[in-house]
């Protein structure tokens, strides 16, 4: 019998007793079983976050002594430092002179809001379209649209990025951003979103004299807000993390962003996990910030938008 | 929503769509029939192409390794929409029950995973299934006593759970935000009403709240299948030290497929026809389902 | 107006308007650090592994100034760079001059017809140049294909075993006696045993994958077998491949076994400082690994050369292994051929290179460089340097293939259908078992490899 062993039976025999005390009513048992139940799965998530953690502080040459954290008796400069950061930090060569991590942040960066900030504008824009206005093939554009979403994007590499050569666009973090403008996915969360505005509004802002694209920007738009937080967030996460497309169109080392260059750690016959690890770590903060600011809009903007048929 | 006469000029929705319209003929359309073309060719090096018609579906059709790979990634999106839904379900009705201050804090920790992605998510798993010193490992064997010499990424049997296991830990939370979201629309009265008329709280569920949730189910469904058959920087990054594939195969998605056959062998044809092979298969599952739904609801 | 008021205005909401704002500030910030670009260099290299970009950078300052040009090399991650340059070769594009392969890559982009490859062949000027007699020969079949040469080999990576001389010596185990491997497995079924009571077995010989993998692939080579032929055809099927699947199957499984699979990284580290295995395949580049990440057991650790299939015979294989390619539309391919050159038989920095890498080069002559005699404390003193350059003429060809990662595919598939035999009848119908696997699987790679209908026209 292990100290995980023991732990379960404990929280199952508190469970039945709590139980026992009013079978009728078993609200103390359940309240007591939900919390469990949460708790248990929110440390099964959370394991693996912890020994990230923990790698990231320890030295290199112990990174591989300890599962986690050294007993404490081992802690000392040795064996936990902040040298996985210091490395980080210490940028890498390029024909341009060294570059550091702060670019590769920048680059990440403005390749998540530019892209997000495009996207939600463009997606909005049509989706709006398709939930408000008629017009011929509407139908079949749906339709297509919808099958866009099925096809495999790995099979469309090769041909976009000769095009992308022909454009002139390889080697540039603009150019990576062109293709993926507008998303089917963010199009049809919008339609959803629209689609539950009375068409009484839309037709008092005729009246009004609006203009139809004013409408949709000064009386549309504001109501689907929780939908704008919500895509916002699922898009940003999308473009921050994104891996295959920036590995193949970016080539100078300036212009890498953050997971492209911390896959550069882990090479075919060298890998310094720490660094690895301390940049993933840094990497979290951004997309875990923005997610907590926005957890009420986002949840609020799923109820609005995808739920209703 | 009949309308007499167009209160818009007819050129408006189009305006709206141009950019969409735009990119996609650009960056989709022509890519896109690209490798509709290059499905019926063979095709080695830059300008060298060969016709071969249905040559490539024939191949595929008595190609073991291609069936593996669909099994496989079958066997996956069935255990996703069977494991990990209920799951996710579960998880979200827990939590809808609580106090607010709480169910933040157990949304963002239980959401957490999605902040990193998928390639990260192989890796650091990879490091964790390791036999003996892995924390999966040591955590299996500390509950039953059984596991801890098992090497989940080098045993054939043990390949696709471990990718499932891992594909939990990801996106468990994430769909059950989905249905949290779901939940908290779901009308009170009728949960009331149902309750009052003598159900129990199962029956609730079953007869009430899915059915009012059912959009989102849904969705969440295909979704979920849509992109269980696109399963890539996952199993690639995880079993990265067999190639991305796994011992026997057993860890061969449609797609590492698909990039093996035209990026690593070189034959983009091939891998076209496995491309539209995967398009037609998600098209015929989502319509399925589809029609399910519909049928249920009639 | 108030700022609230302003930001109430934005009609997306409070989130969008602070990625709108982030967004603007980025890109002016990225405007701004962008420093002036200069002209492209006149070559650029590509590699996929830091301490060659490393070397390479220490190495090049020579080499530019003597030709006045400006070489940039950069590093990517393998996948993408394959990637990146399948789909530059397939478009017809722009593409980097020289770029450092992984072995079993340079079959694809030797799938097609002659005209259509997009490298530079290098045969005449290999042969010109004698290359083949002042370089490890075996090497070339790495970067050959139908005949033609087109790439120089970066290494040779001799493979040898690592082991914990401290522990073998306490247990009284003398290395120069394991010369074959049926010594050494009987010394392996000795000392394999449960140290402390608990049931689990602690001590193995020898850390092998349990799966075949590079393991397999390792002793097959060693003992002469091999995956593909000179021309490019499946040719593992054969009694030297079964006779070492059932060596490693008894080495591996059931109850005589004495080889445990120690992993990657973190538990590797781990098995090796527990003393888990004694004995651990080691190949020049592994040798470097074990030194940077496991600095606790240096002194402490020895190397020796595999174990022998027969008295006299091999006994070393390659695990690995990187070449260097000069692409067809690069502008300079005088200057790009006098680079590689430069890069991989330049004796100064190839010196350096060793004590930078452990990795020996194939050029013969830097074997003589004092560095490579320099004993090394890690491993107890030993010149590794002079020890892999011993056994560096002994390293089998490797041929490749476009279909080099579903052959291997394959022969593990064989492997495991022959794992699932031994469970179930050990050595009852064994080597059958094996031969038919190994046929289908070769079947298979043979069947896939034909379908290459422009290989067929264009002969």
New interface residues.
């Given amino acids: 019998m292990n100290p995980l062993q023991i732990t379960l039976l404990a929280l199952g025999a508190t469970f039945l007793l709590l139980w026992a005390k009013s079978p009728k009513n078993p609200r103390y048992a359940w309240r007591f079983g939900r919390a469990v139940v949460l708790t248990l799965a929110s440390v099964a998530v959370l394991a693996p976050f912890v020994w990230l953690l923990a790698a990231v502080f320890k030295d290199r040459s112990v990174l591989n002594e300890y599962m986690f954290f050294p007993p404490l008796a081992d802690w000392s400069k040795k064996t936990m430092n902040l040298e996985n950061f210091s490395r980080l930090f210490q940028g890498r060569p390029s024909v341009q002179g060294r570059v550091y991590f702060w670019q590769y942040v920048l680059n990440s960066t403005m390749l998540a809001t530019v892209s997000t900030t495009a996207q939600l504008f463009f997606s909005s824009l049509a989706g709006y379209a398709l939930a408000k206005y008629q017009f011929f093939g509407k139908k079949a554009l749906m339709a297509c649209m919808l099958g866009s979403m099925m096809i495999p994007g790995v099979l469309l590499l090769a041909p976009i990025y000769a095009m992308a050569v022909k454009f002139n666009l390889v080697d540039s973090l603009f150019g990576l951003m062109l293709p993926g403008l507008v998303t089917a996915y963010g199009i049809f969360l919008f339609r959803q979103a629209c689609m539950a505005i009375p068409n009484e509004l839309i037709e008092a802002g005729r009246i009004d004299g609006c203009s139809e694209f004013g409408i949709f920007f000064k009386l549309v738009m504001p109501l689907v807000r929780p939908m704008s937080a919500a895509f916002c967030l699922v898009s940003f996460l999308g473009n921050w993390n994104s891996f295959f497309a920036p590995n193949v169109f970016l080539h100078s080392q300036d212009k890498l962003t953050l997971p492209v260059v911390l896959n550069l750690y882990i090479t075919q016959y060298e890998n310094d996990y720490g660094v690895f690890l301390a940049g993933t770590a840094l990497a979290m903060l951004p997309p875990a910030i923005l997610f907590f600011a926005l957890q009420r809009e986002f949840i609020s903007g799923l109820t609005s938008g995808a739920v209703k048929g | 929503?009949a309308?007499t006469k167009?209160?818009?000029?007819?050129w408006?929705?189009?305006a709206?769509?141009g950019?969409?319209l735009l990119?996609?003929s650009?960056?989709?359309l022509?890519?896109?029939i690209?490798?509709l073309v290059l499905t019926f060719y063979?095709?080695?090096?830059?300008?060298?192409r060969?016709f071969?018609g249905l040559g490539n579906f024939k191949?595929l059709l008595s190609d073991?390794?291609f069936h593996q790979a669909l099994t496989n990634t079958t066997l996956f999106a069935i255990a996703s929409v069977c494991l990990q839904l209920p799951l996710s379900m579960g998880?979200a009705i827990?939590?809808n029950?609580?106090n607010s201050r709480l169910k933040?804090f157990?949304?963002?920790?239980?959401?957490?995973?999605?902040?990193?992605?998928?390639?990260?998510v192989g890796?650091?798993?990879s490091?964790?299934f390791?036999?003996?010193?892995?924390?999966i490992n040591?955590?299996v064997q500390?509950?039953v006593n059984w596991g801890?010499?098992e090497?989940w990424l080098?045993?054939?049997v043990l390949v696709m759970p471990a990718i499932i296991l891992t594909s939990l830990?990801l996106w468990v939370?994430f769909n059950m935000?989905?249905f949290?979201?779901?939940l908290?629309?779901v009308d009170k009265s009728l949960e009331e009403a149902a309750r009052i008329d003598g159900a129990n709280a199962w029956q609730v569920f079953w007869h009430v709240t899915l059915p009012s949730?059912r959009?989102?189910v849904v969705?969440v469904v295909i979704m979920s299948i849509?992109g269980s058959?696109?399963l890539?920087?996952l199993p690639m990054a995880l079993l990265s030290?067999?190639?991305g594939?796994g011992?026997?195969?057993s860890g061969l998605t449609v797609?590492t497929y698909?990039?093996?056959v035209?990026?690593?062998?070189?034959?983009?044809g091939?891998?076209?026809a496995v491309?539209w092979v995967?398009?037609l298969i998600?098209?015929t599952v989502?319509l399925i389902q589809i029609r399910l739904t519909k049928v249920v609801e009639d | 107006m108030s700022l609230s008021r302003l930001i109430d205005k934005y009609p997306y909401g409070k989130a969008p308007l602070a990625l709108l704002v982030l967004a603007v500030v980025s890109v002016a910030l990225w405007f701004s650090t962008q420093k002036q670009r200069e002209k492209r260099p006149d070559l650029i290299v590509v590699t996929f592994t830091a301490p060659h970009q490393a070397a390479y950078r220490k190495a090049l300052p020579e080499f530019e100034k003597q030709y006045h040009v400006k070489v940039d090399v950069q590093l990517a991650h393998w996948g993408s760079l394959q990637t990146r340059l399948q789909n530059a070769m397939l478009a017809d594009t722009d593409v980097p001059d020289l770029v450092e392969m992984l072995e079993g890559s340079l079959g694809f982009f030797a799938r097609g017809p002659k005209e259509d490859i997009g490298l530079v062949d290098l045969t005449d000027r290999i042969e010109g140049e004698h290359l083949k007699e002042r370089m490890v020969a075996s090497r070339f079949s790495l970067w050959s294909a139908r005949g033609r040469v087109f790439g120089m080999p970066h290494d040779v990576h001799p493979v040898m075993l690592a082991y914990r001389r401290d522990l073998v010596e306490a247990l009284g185990i003398d290395v120069r006696e394991l010369d074959t491997w049926e010594k050494f497995n009987e010394v392996g079924r000795r000392i394999t045993r449960d140290k402390n009571g608990d049931g689990v077995i602690d001590q193995y010989m020898i850390d092998l994958p349990s799966g075949g993998g590079y393991g397999v692939l390792i002793m097959m080579l060693q003992r002469g077998g091999q995956l593909f032929d000179e021309q490019g055809r499946p040719a593992f099927a054969n009694e030297i491949t079964a006779e070492v699947f059932r060596q490693y199957l008894e080495m591996t499984l059931g109850q005589q076994k004495i080889a445990y699979e120690c992993g990657w990284g973190q538990s590797f580290f781990k098995a090796m400082t527990d003393g888990l295995a004694l004995f651990y395949i080691t190949p020049d580049w592994r040798s470097y690994t074990l030194q940077t990440d496991l600095p606790r057991l240096s002194g402490k650790v020895a190397l020796m050369p595999l174990p022998a299939w027969e008295k006299g015979g091999r006994r070393t294989s390659v695990w690995g292994g990187t070449g260097l390619v000069i692409t067809r539309r690069t502008k300079h391919q005088e200057l790009a051929w006098e680079l590689a050159k430069f890069l991989y038989l330049n004796p100064k920095s190839l010196g350096e290179r060793f004590k930078d890498t452990n990795i020996i080069p194939p050029f013969k002559d830097a074997w003589s460089l004092p560095e490579f005699s320099v004993p090394n404390s890690y491993f107890s003193g030993q010149p590794v340097g002079q020890l892999y350059a011993e056994l560096a003429p002994q390293t089998p060809p490797f041929y490749s293939s476009p279909v080099d990662s579903i052959a291997r595919a394959k022969l593990d598939e064989a492997y495991t259908r022959a794992i699932e035999h031994f469970k179930a009848h050990g050595q009852d119908g064994l080597m059958d078992v094996i031969r038919k696997e190994l046929r289908l699987a070769q079947d298979d790679v043979m069947r896939r490899s034909e379908r290459n209908q422009v290989l067929e026209q264009g002969k």
């Fill in positions: 929503m309308q167009l209160q818009y000029k007819s408006v929705p189009f709206f769509l950019p969409y990119l996609t650009v960056f989709f022509y890519p896109f690209n490798a063979q095709t080695n090096g830059p300008k060298s060969v071969v191949y073991s390794t998880l827990l939590l029950q609580g933040g157990f949304r963002l920790v239980l959401f957490s995973p999605n902040l990193v992605g998928q390639i990260f890796i650091l798993f490091v964790l390791t036999p003996r010193y892995g924390l040591r955590t500390g509950l801890l010499e090497r080098s045993n054939p830990w939370g935000v989905y949290l979201a779901a908290q629309s949730m959009h989102v969705f849509i058959y696109q890539f920087e030290s067999t190639n594939y011992p026997d195969n797609i698909l990039n093996e035209a990026f690593r062998s070189g034959d983009l091939l891998g076209s491309g995967v398009a998600i098209f989502s």
